[in-house]
């Protein structure tokens, strides 16, 4: 059985978690929108991950609505002791499904509380500021982390993330508060952020990328990944993870998925190790 230890570890909310986590946003509908396709193989998922080990699970009260939290917490309640739910605040949805920035103090509330119910807790062990832009909700990066700051003096907040941020913004945070983790997107094809990661590594904050194979146009297509992948007799996917975590040693990569085989796969992808020649040809 895969064990997402085999990935290593990193501190993240003063605990040792394997370097392997899992985002729910694919659990939801197809658009991340509405009730999953197959609801009892979304559970299975969860639950799974918990048993494999994975201790980071990422969500959002929006990925949904609300269907990826209610899921997580049908799934896995009464919460493993040591299980970090990273959540985060920052965007919304219409009714059509399109996403909006919601960094007002009182959206960012309101976002905070409908977390806390779904997931039935008193406090969220790590959330995002997920910046969305800002010239769109008028609401500067100061004032939406004085909010989270509030949040977290009230103790609804255990810990801040910061997710899609610039290097600036990470400082501007760093300035004001310990962060506990970033989020932002980045993957064997999609590598701008290299500088918040070095940044993060730096400082031994945890990096948990996000769409960490589907980053630039993907993993699969790839035909240098593909090389690689067949030389250790893994899939496309399973090799964009091993680079991830070869890249940093704070990389926590949350692939997503709606089902238990590719699940699997995905941790099993933690015990791969990849070789210089490989590291050489896909860094090349
Ligand atoms: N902070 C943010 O703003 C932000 C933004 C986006 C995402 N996120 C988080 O990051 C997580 C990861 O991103 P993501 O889920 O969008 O993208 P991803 O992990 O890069 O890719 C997920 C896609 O890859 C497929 N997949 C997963 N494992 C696979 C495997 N072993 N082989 C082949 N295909 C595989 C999934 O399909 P199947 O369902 O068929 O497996 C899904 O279509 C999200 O779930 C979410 O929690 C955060």
């Known amino acids: 059985m895969p064990d997402a230890f085999d990935a290593g570890s990193v ?6 978690v394997p370097r392997l986590g899992y985002g729910a946003m694919r659990l939801p509908g197809p658009g991340v ?8 193989e979304a559970l299975a998922v969860l639950r799974r991950a918990v048993e494999l080990g994975i201790r980071v699970i990422d969500t959002a009260w929006y990925y949904g609505l609300d269907v990826a939290n209610e899921l997580i917490a049908e799934a896995l309640r009464p919460y493993p002791e040591d299980l ?29 509380e409908r977390d806390l119910r779904v997931l039935g807790l008193d406090s969220i062990p790590v959330v995002h500021l997920r910046w969305m832009d800002g010239t769109e909700s008028g609401v500067s990066f100061a004032d939406a982390l004085g909010t989270m700051l509030e949040l977290k ?16 913004q990470l400082e501007q945070a760093l300035a004001a508060t ?19 990661l070095d940044r993060c590594a730096a ?15 993907g993993a699969p297509g790839d035909e240098r990944l593909a090389r690689v992948a067949d030389r250790h007799g893994v899939t496309p996917a399973q090799a964009a993870l091993a680079w991830l975590l070869a890249r940093s040693p704070v990389m926590v990569p949350i692939p997503g998925t709606s089902r238990v085989a590719h699940l699997e796969e995905n941790v099993a992808a933690g015990a791969l190790r990849l070789t210089d020649e490989d590291l050489a040809l896909l860094d090349g």
Request: aromatic share 8%.
């Open 153 to 168: 003096a009230e103790g609804k907040i255990q810990r801040i993330g910061l997710s899609n941020v610039t290097l600036d």
């Open 84 to 112: 970090v739910l990273v959540t985060k605040l920052g965007g919304a949805r219409r009714d059509d499904g399109s996403w909006y920035a919601a960094l007002s103090d009182a959206e960012l509330r309101a976002g905070c």
């Open 11 to 16: 501190r993240l909310a003063d605990r040792d």
């Open 33 to 40: 929108w509405g009730p999953p396709a197959d609801r009892a």
């Open 178 to 196: 310990d962060v506990a983790t970033v989020s932002n997107q980045y993957g064997f094809a999609q590598r701008d952020d290299q500088p918040v």
């Open 203 to 217: 400082a031994g904050i945890p990096y948990l990328p996000f769409f960490p194979l589907v980053a630039g146009g």
